[in-house]
């Protein structure tokens, strides 16, 4: 069975930082693209890194490039998301999502390219 757990959300004041951490099982890691998304009330999901898992590759979003940080440990089978600078705007659920079996994106930032979700965690940024 394919999980996918995140974890490390919280409140944070604006321009600190926050780890999401995106545990995983059931599936083999190093085959996989992992891919970090939030959602806002009122607004769509939106694609913020991707790691391919077995070569490091990584795309980032422009809102979020040079503040957030993808990384992954093949060791505990753990995608991060460091998040720097964060900004009130920042607020929203953050979901992690896999493709355990990756080849190739057509777009690496929509969601209908991703398998298997998380559960979510609120990230929470006051002015």
């Known amino acids: 069975e394919v999980q996918l757990v995140e974890s490390g959300g919280g409140s944070v004041q604006a321009g600190g930082s926050l780890t999401l951490s995106c545990t995983t099982s059931?599936?083999?890691?190093?085959?996989?693209?992992i891919g970090w998304f939030r959602q806002a009330p009122g607004k769509e999901r939106e694609g913020l890194a991707c790691i391919s898992v077995g070569t490091w590759y990584t795309w980032y979003a422009d809102s979020v490039k040079g503040r957030f940080t993808i990384a992954s440990v093949n060791a505990n089978n753990t995608v991060y998301l460091q998040m720097n600078s964060l900004k009130p705007d920042d607020t929203a659920v953050y979901y992690c999502?896999?493709?355990?079996?990756?080849?190739?994106?057509?777009?690496?930032?929509?969601?209908?390219?991703?398998?298997?979700w998380g559960q979510g965690t609120q990230v929470t940024v006051a002015s």
């Open positions: 999502a896999a493709v355990p079996q990756f080849v190739a994106f057509i777009t690496w930032s929509r969601a209908e390219e991703y398998d298997y």
């Open positions: 059931g599936f083999t890691f190093e085959h996989a693209a």
